[in-house]
């Protein structure tokens, strides 16, 4: 493969599957059998294993795979100054019961340290690639609540909430580029989900207004960008829902809220494509000429293996409307964006990077 910076013709969204060691030392660690401190030594040891196997597959973009993390998104948020959880029963999954807690408002929120800063610190130490960092959308705060969520007695001004949110965001990217990372994904659901009928009907119940939330969760991710340094690449990853193989989601890209994500100021867009419900590629015709888009077209969600003609040949397609140079591909997902992770197993997961990383040897070429 030419040789470029991230995001590579072959790249990943980041979770992995926990390794059962690692799942059964956490279980321990809840019923307090375990210190904080053995617990950590036994991460460390699952993570060196896990960017060992990614660069020995040829991944460039290396991740921890989300190991310490119980929720893509719960970790970080919570690590914020004035936001909490609570328990969930909102935003069913598909044919799954569990609900991941919702965050809350607490007080006013701001950045102190940035949340998982020392997960960053580790990996950069053991990869040889590069490390690839992933924190949830500022809009991450807010979906699941809504407007009528947040109180009153602490935001009486909405304006003031989404300063203090981009804000917060804007302090603790400074700090994950001080630390030495250059590549930052900031993963959101929101621009999938607000496509959707059932989902906007929610959102309307809320207080809000979905095609104007789109934009105000953009112009938020934008303001949590404001002063990045040029040499940290921003990309974004969106999907429809990815818990035990579920998702919640299960409508197109539309119009009105892709224009809204592709106004955001990253420079590439991780998009899940691999099934009917994202629809088709009609919509990379809206992508920015100076922007990159990563097809997610291998599904995390089972573990049958893709073809690898099959993913060429959608490759192929979607150069029609975006030039090959401007396209990357990956996976649709993370594997584990929980800890629960998704159903299929350790080998087919690896399977499915090795196949990612083969098709887009063929397709763009060797080094």
């Known amino acids: 493969m030419t040789s470029r910076t991230a995001p590579f013709r072959a790249d990943h969204v980041g979770s992995l599957l926990r390794p059962a060691n690692l799942r059964e030392a956490r279980a321990r660690h809840r019923a307090g059998a375990l210190d904080a401190d053995e617990l950590r030594l036994i991460e460390d040891a699952a993570i060196r294993d896990v960017v060992r196997r990614q660069e020995s597959i040829g991944l460039q973009g290396i991740t921890d795979g989300e190991l310490r993390r119980d929720y893509w998104h719960m970790d970080f948020l919570v690590g914020l100054e004035g936001i909490g959880a609570r328990e969930s029963t909102d935003m069913k999954f598909e044919g799954v019961e569990e609900v991941p807690p919702t965050p809350i408002v607490t ?131 969106t999907c429809r829902g990815n818990f035990q193989s579920t998702f919640v989601a299960a409508s197109p890209y539309s119009r009105t809220v892709t224009e809204a994500m592709f106004s955001t100021a990253v420079d590439a867009w991780f998009m899940e494509f691999d099934s009917e419900r994202a629809g088709s590629f009609d919509v990379l015709a809206m992508l920015p000429s100076d922007k990159t888009a990563v097809l997610g077209l291998v599904t995390t969600k089972f573990g049958e293996l893709e073809s690898a003609d099959a993913i060429a040949r959608r490759i192929n397609q979607a150069s029609r409307i975006v030039p090959l140079e401007r396209l990357c591909l990956s996976p649709q997902c993370g594997f584990s964006s929980t800890h629960h992770g998704n159903k299929l197993h350790e080998d ?20």
Not at 148 to 153: L, M, Q, V
Not at 348 to 355: A, G, S, T, V, Y
Not at 356 to 365: K, P
Request: charged residues 25%; hydrophobic residues 40%; proline residues 7%.
């Open 348 to 367: 087919e997961q690896w399977r499915k990077l090795d196949r990612v990383v083969q098709v887009a040897r063929t397709v763009w070429g060797e080094p």
């Open 107 to 237: 007080g006013p929120i701001a950045c102190g340290r940035a949340p998982q800063l020392d997960h960053f610190t580790f990996l950069a130490s053991v990869a040889r690639g590069t490390p690839k960092f992933t924190i949830p959308a500022p809009s991450m705060a807010h979906m699941r609540g809504g407007s009528r969520g947040i109180p009153r007695a602490i935001y009486p001004d909405l304006e003031r909430y989404w300063h203090d949110l981009g804000e917060a965001y804007r302090v603790a990217i400074g700090q994950i580029y001080a630390a030495g990372c250059r590549y930052l994904q900031i993963d959101d659901i929101t621009f999938s989900y607000l496509a959707d009928d059932t989902v906007r009907a929610g959102v309307i119940d809320k207080g809000d207004d979905p095609d104007e939330l789109a934009r105000r969760y953009a112009a938020t991710i934008n303001a949590a960008l404001v002063g990045r340094p040029d040499d940290m690449l921003v990309t974004m990853h």
